[in-house]
């Protein structure tokens, strides 16, 4: 039986998501070229877990790596990046990759990333092994990021979210949700959120992005976001939660107001990009309602958070601006 990594709400927190009280689970240094390992997914993989890893190396490129782990909690990741097999050498050709997503749908997983093709666009890939991953077609033109496929088709079709950007630090930010029946072609684009007003969320207020993959609900789709804040010391990236409809995920049920995590800890608050919370993985126990949320910390290293279904439900609903 596959451990689900938890741990208990402290005695003393009142709040809806509380911290793994070990954080950071992945140091910057776990690989012996890495400066820094966060931004990362992982899913469960027989009897323990895979995912695919953001490691910037100490050149500051930003690579990938497959990873291994029996409990979710310690991880080995392979020293060596991800080589993407390709049918067009001009897709094929790698410049960079970072902020990976990973789903599992039908029989295989497929990974998105941030992908370099003259500026950052949504890279495609699946894998049935973690071993070997075959590279498709770019989903987006450039700039785009954050793009995150459902685990499910949807009309059908596949259907993802993704964050049109430009070429820099982008200062703007929507959620759009597209469609594609094939995974080449993608269509039926629809604006899903906006940053909100300051004076109604300022924790989103900039410009928001999709986390990690949406999870099934009775009640909606519910999707961890991470928002920015443009604060007189730069950038804050804190992260909340949205229901989605169903059949219509660009319909949104409810949003919340607070967030759930922000920088607050040394580890999120120092790094080589201070202020940083950034979800990229969820994973979801249904008997139990568990939720685990893997979160990059300062753009240095990999954090874990535990909530429960239902009371993120609740705290959604209960706080939303919609």
Not at 147 to 165: D, H, Q, T, Y
Not at 277 to 304: H, K, M, Q, S
């Amino acid at each position: 039986m596959r451990p689900f990594p938890w741990q208990e709400r402290p005695a003393n927190c009142k709040s809806v998501m509380w911290r793994y009280s070990e954080n950071p689970i992945i140091p910057r240094d776990l690989l012996p070229d890495s400066n820094s390992i966060f931004n990362s997914a992982v899913v469960p993989f027989g009897d323990g877990y895979a995912g695919v890893f953001r490691c910037d190396d100490q050149n500051r490129r930003m690579t990938l790596h497959a990873g291994f782990s029996n409990d979710g909690i310690r991880w080995e990741i392979n020293p060596d990046t991800i080589h993407f097999d390709c049918n067009d050498a001009e897709v094929g050709e790698w410049v960079y990759g970072y902020d990976p997503r990973v789903t599992f749908i039908d029989d295989r997983y497929y990974v998105t990333w941030c992908n370099g093709y003259h500026g950052p666009t949504i890279g495609v890939a699946w894998t049935t092994d973690f071993k070997t991953f075959h590279q498709l077609e770019n989903a987006f033109l450039p700039f785009n990021r954050n793009g995150v496929l459902f685990p499910r088709k949807i009309n059908e079709r596949f259907a993802m979210l993704s964050r049109p950007s430009d070429n820099g630090h982008t200062a703007f930010g929507d959620i759009f949700y597209s469609e594609s029946p094939d995974l080449e072609f993608w269509g039926r684009h629809r604006h899903v959120m906006a940053p909100a007003p300051f004076e109604l969320s300022a924790w989103q207020c900039m410009k928001i992005g999709a986390g990690p993959v949406p999870i099934e609900t009775k009640e909606g789709w519910l999707l961890f976001y991470h928002g920015v804040l443009r604060s007189c010391n730069g950038y804050v990236y804190a992260f909340g939660s949205a229901l989605l409809d169903l059949e219509q995920p660009w319909k949104v049920l409810a949003r919340s107001g607070k967030y759930l995590i922000s920088p607050q800890t040394i580890y999120e608050c120092t790094g080589d990009v201070p202020n940083v919370t950034f979800p990229c993985a969820a994973l979801y126990d249904e008997p139990t309602g568990r939720i685990a949320v893997y979160y990059g910390c300062a753009d240095t290293v990999t954090g874990l958070a535990f909530c429960h279904l239902d009371d993120v439900i609740r705290f959604t609903k209960e706080t939303s601006i919609v």
